[in-house]
T-cell receptor, first 114, second 115 residues
Framework: AQSVTQPDARVTVSEGASLQLRCKYSYFGTPYLFWYVQYPRQGLQLLLKYYPGDPVVQGVNGFEAEFSKSNSSFHLRKASVHWSDWAVYFCAVSPGTGGYKVVFGSGTRLLVSP | EAAVTQSPRSKVAVTGGKVTLSCHQTNNHDYMYWYRQDTGHGLRLIHYSYVADSTEKGDIPDGYKASRPSQENFSLILELASLSQTAVYFC??????????????FGPGTRLTVL
């Protein structure tokens, strides 16, 4: 069965510094991968998505992620963090068909320090 | 603007009482989902639906029922609420096109507290 591991429950980054949030997946085959962001008291919003193709995908607000089949990873990156990025970030994996088969990670809480 | 809305946004219920959480979407999506979120955990799928008048069990359906009376509306029902059902509940919708059905659009959530 597919699974997602986000090894860091909490990450603190200084405003303006670069960011990497880690995501490791387990899936036999080529997965579809997603990063969602949850701002306080809100639902999840799609940040970016990977459909089989170019391994580097761009998202909103300067976020990007890179798919690595050899490392079974889909890490999220941003060059310069803004205070408004303070949120919880979820990685998710899917076989590509069957929305009910999406599996979410436990989330990484990003704290931005001044 | 297309959206997923949920009501109520928060609710306090008594143990053994009945709770109904409602979800409405204007995305014109065929697929709808109910998830629960517990502190420190990801989302877990309770029920989902591919079409009106039909629902399917997700990964943790025990203690929950679902109802999909129309394409736009999807309800989650707790017939006998229990303390363990205290959580935040999210509704989501997605397109029916293969490959796009994994891209889900979420409502703002309902915070349920069972006392």
């Amino acid at each position: 069965a597919q699974s997602v591991t986000q090894p860091d429950a909490r990450v603190t980054v200084s405003e303006g510094a670069s960011l990497q949030l880690r995501c490791k997946y387990s899936y036999f085959g080529t997965p579809y991968l997603f990063w969602y962001v949850q701002y306080p008291r809100q639902g999840l919003q799609l940040l970016l998505k990977y459909y089989p193709g170019d391994p580097v995908v761009q998202g909103v607000n300067g976020f990007e992620a890179e798919f690595s089949k050899s490392n079974s990873s889909f890490h999220l990156r941003k060059a310069s963090v803004h205070w408004s990025d303070w949120a919880v970030y979820f990685c998710a994996v899917s076989p590509g068909t069957g929305g009910y088969k999406v599996v979410f990670g436990s989330g990484t809480r990003l704290l931005v320090s001044p | 603007e297309a959206a997923v809305t949920q009501s109520p946004r928060s609710k306090v219920a008594v143990t053994g009482g009945k709770v109904t959480l409602s979800c409405h979407q204007t995305n014109n999506h065929d697929y709808m989902y109910w998830y629960r979120q517990d502190t420190g955990h990801g989302l877990r799928l309770i029920h989902y639906s591919y079409v009106a008048d039909s629902t399917e069990k997700g990964d943790i359906p025990d203690g929950y029922k679902a109802s999909r009376p129309s394409q736009e509306n999807f309800s989650l029902i707790l017939e006998l609420a229990s303390l363990s059902q205290t959580a935040v509940y999210f509704c989501a919708s997605s397109d029916a096109i293969a490959g796009r059905d994994a891209e889900q659009f979420f409502g703002p959530g309902t915070r349920l507290t069972v006392l």
